[in-house]
Structures are given as structure tokens and as C-alpha cells.
């Protein structure tokens, strides 16, 4: 595949946009070359498109300028190419609440455009995605093993698992993103309990495991400094225990951009810091996933990993 061919994947068949469809592309000074390829796609589907580019944030889930979450609210179909996430934003919520349907795609580079998880059958995908949740929903308790030494559990207590990120996004109010795949959930604040060794990517590809102790819902050691600094900056609640997810896509690979790493089939992510955009109840201005390579998956009775193999 080629940009153009991704473009095209991402307008035509992820978000299903239709002639005369008003359409947004968010995209800022890093990634405009891609925003430039999405908004001529939408161009050639008959949608009466736009285009909007900004300084790039400076951290994920920062909020963008308030013209453009405004603007956000009142369009069809927002696709979002920007170096920084805006997934766990208040203007994505927002103009969710208000009908658009959304794609993020945080991080997106030119090679993940034609190559790996963009390349997926995203309507396999979303079968398999919808079945596993329908296992999984309603679940209790989630615990998480490796053999390098991943042991933690968390509740999941009067929590929705999101089953939205499936790549196909033509319902009014979804939310996906591209490249998509993931099922995700909020664990209960307070509640996760254990040791994780984090081994495929944290922000970046990583050579050396990283080891978080976490006691009540909180990273209590971290055992690397940047990542320490990162989450350390938005106060005690960069910390907080935010999101459990579990990676769908079979053709995503760890390549060092949580957009994609996130999604690998086989893996799952324990992230840290804000998770109120997905029924968590902590805003604190940064969300950092760590990725887990391998791992058993139990969710309640079910095992749903057996050393990284989907076994539902």
C-alpha cells in the first residue's frame, strides 16, 4: 500500500464517509503531509471536507486549541493526524457526545500509513473484537502473568470494557483509532495490586525491561527514569493505575509508537495517568501505556491469553 492507498482505507472503508459528509482533518506541522492525503481522499468520496493545521501539543492528551474542539462539535467525521494524542481529550469526548464520529491517529508516520496494522482485514477484525467482548463484558476482576514476572490484579468492578476501536467507525458518537484494533477498559481506581515488567514499548521501543511496583491503584516504583519524570509531572495522579487493554490487530507490530504498539495481537497494556474519556474517574493531563509482550490474561474465570496466544 502506498500513503495514498492508506488514505483511502482510513476515509473509505474504517469511517465509511459518504457525499456531502462534512468532514474535519486535524493535523499540525508534524504530520501535514498525511493530512494532506486524508483530506484529498475525503475530497474524492464527494465529502465537503476541511482541513485545520496546528502547533503540535506538547504531551499526549493535551487539549487542542478551543476553535477546533469547538469546530469539532459540529462536523460529521473527524480524523485527527497529530504527533500528540487526542484521544484522551475533552474536545474527542465532547464532539463524540455530539455525533461526530471520530478517528485519532496519534503519532502516525508515513510507513504506518502503507504498512503493519493499517494493512489489517479491519471487518474480520471487528468480528473478532466483538466477540471476545462479549466474554469479557460485565467481568470483575482481571489478572495479568509473564514468565519475566507480571503478576498484578485490579477490579473491574462497574466498568465497561470499549469494544469501539475496531477500525470501523460509521455509527454517529464512535471512536476509533488508526491503526485500530484493541479492546480497553478502566480499571477501578484504587484497586490494582502487583508487579509489572513492561517489555515491548513505554512511549518507545525499550531494551530492558521496565519494572513498576504498584500498590492501590498506584505505580509506587518506577524503574526508569524518563518514564518517572513523565508521568511525575501532572502530580500524584500521573501515577494512577488507568487503563487495562488487549491488543487485536494481527498485522500491528511493536515499533516503538504506542498508536501501534498498542494494538499488537498478543499483547496487553497496563497505562498510567488520565483515564476520565473512558469512564475512569482521574483528568490529570497524561496517559502513558506500557506494553507487555506474552502474557497469561484471566479475566475473571476465562483465560483470554495463554502466553500471548488468544485462546477465545
Known sequence: MSLEDGAKTAVNICMGIKKGESVLIITDTMKEKIGEALFKAALDAKAEAMIIKMIPRT?????????????????????????????????????????????????????????GGMTADFNEMEKTIKKVHKIIENSKKAEIKTELGTDITMSLENREWIADDTGICHKKGSFTNLPAGELFIAPKEGTANGMIFVDGAFGKKIEKPVKILVKNGFAKEIGDDEIKKMLDKRGKYGRNVAELGIGMNPNARIIGNVLEDEKVLGTVHVAFGDNSTFGGKVSCGVHLDGIIKNPVLKIDDKIILDKGKLVV
Open 59 to 115: 504531551r499526549h492528551g493535551e487539549e487542542p486549541p478551543k476553535p477546533i474542539a469547538e469546530i469539532m462539535k459540529y462536523v460529521d467525521v473527524v480524523l485527527a493526524p497529530t504527533e500528540y494524542s487526542l484521544t484522551h481529550t475533552q474536545a474527542r469526548k465532547a464532539a463524540n457526545r455530539a455525533d461526530a464520529r471520530i478517528a485519532t491517529m496519534p503519532g502516525i508516520t508515513e510507513s504506518m500509513m502503507s504498512n
